[in-house]
């Protein structure tokens, strides 16, 4: 398979191609960066966006169903969004204002897994994606939360990326006379201390794989 | 009009009802610590799901038009959905994982803004939302880029909430017995320190309602 995207009609950029990647690995650095998306889903012809978890295996996206599986029932399109917002970019003029980020969309029609081997698979990637060790330390699930766990598939073959880096744009037009501040403002995500569940007993370390995330970006 | 969100067959919580919330102040909240949503359209009958800045202006929503301008143009209804991802809840078993997120879905068909003085007074809001103090400092845009500006503007009277807080939920079922961590761990969004644009001049200071910001929670 190439490791170029398609540039299909709908994942063509129409507006600001020059911020377009159609490169796969970009793709899947912004995917792996994450762990919630918005999914998109058509519902008697109006647009639906819910927010959910997804983990990447290869050039596939589990997603957990929940909200939006009565409309995916039927087998419609999605459209799955990932966007990571790293800073405002503050220009001269208001105009030139923007914003550095890093999205990708996919487009494609999910399938619904039943094979308990597969769902099985399914959510550990996606336990896996999200927090990396859990898999193996937390209890898995039983033949009967896989029954009530709704997951999805999708096919990572139509995929675009956008991304913005960078200060403004009018650092060398006519507005750089006017002697303002212009750069840009950084967002960051970071995970803080774990904070155990008031439930818990004393005496039970926080796992490795948990407090080593403490301090680490996200996104 | 009503401080209570409707209780409408689109918005209604279908699965998780326990975290919906139909008080129109958790949604003002919601709206006002973001700056970027997730705007789905429908084009062609498939969704379309692209990232977006808005602002809020007491309960009508500007939108920055941009890519989804071609599916507006025929007034068709749109979905905007506010996310922040407040930590990853690592229940005892993986069937209890979940996340700690605040969400607002607003539906409705958006109004393209052609009035000048109405898309000056948009775009102002716009840009203050995203940062307050912005609007007086940079050059504010003249009759041309005005035009070239697609600004939408939506009324919030369809909108939704969904909140979930706290750690996992089986703290006292039988998995507790198996003596693991468990709790939350929390991902904060924060801003960094300006950083200049490269073809800034010496001398040009950070302006106080920018400078002030880093260090501050976004989200």
């Known amino acids: 398979m190439s490791d170029r995207l398609p540039d299909s009609d709908l994942t063509r950029h ?6 377009g990647s159609l490169d796969r690995a970009d ?27 997804y983990g990447r295996d290869g050039r596939r996206l589990y997603l957990h169903g929940s909200v939006a599986s009565r409309s995916l029932a039927g087998g419609g399109p999605v459209c799955v969004t990932v966007t990571h ?9 208001v ?6 980020y890093r999205s990708a969309m996919i487009h494609g029609v999910p399938r619904k897994v039943t094979d308990p ?11 896996e994606h999200a927090t ?5 330390y937390a209890r898995q699930p039983n033949r009967k939360e896989l029954a009530a766990t709704t997951l999805l ?13 960078g200060g403004p744009d009018d650092g060398d037009g ?13 967002l960051t995500s970071t995970w803080g201390t774990p904070v155990p569940d008031p439930a818990l007993p004393p005496g039970i370390p926080v796992p490795d794989h948990i407090a080593r995330r403490e301090g680490a970006g996200q996104g």
């Open 153 to 165: 598939v999708l096919s990572l073959d139509e995929a675009s990326v956008k991304i913005r880096t």
């Open 27 to 53: 793709l899947d650095v912004i995917l792996d960066a994450g762990f919630v998306c918005h999914l998109g889903v058509v519902i008697e012809g109006r647009p639906v966006v819910v927010p959910t978890v």
């Open 174 to 186: 006519p507005d750089a006379e006017l002697g303002l501040w212009a750069g840009t403002l950084p």
């Open 14 to 19: 129409r507006r600001l191609r020059e911020q």
């Open 95 to 100: 105009f030139e204002h923007g914003v550095d």
């Open 132 to 136: 990396p060790g859990q898999w193996s």
């Open 117 to 127: 081997d597969e769902k099985l698979a399914g959510l550990r990637r996606l336990t």
């Open 85 to 93: 917002v790293d800073g405002l970019v503050l220009a001269r003029s």
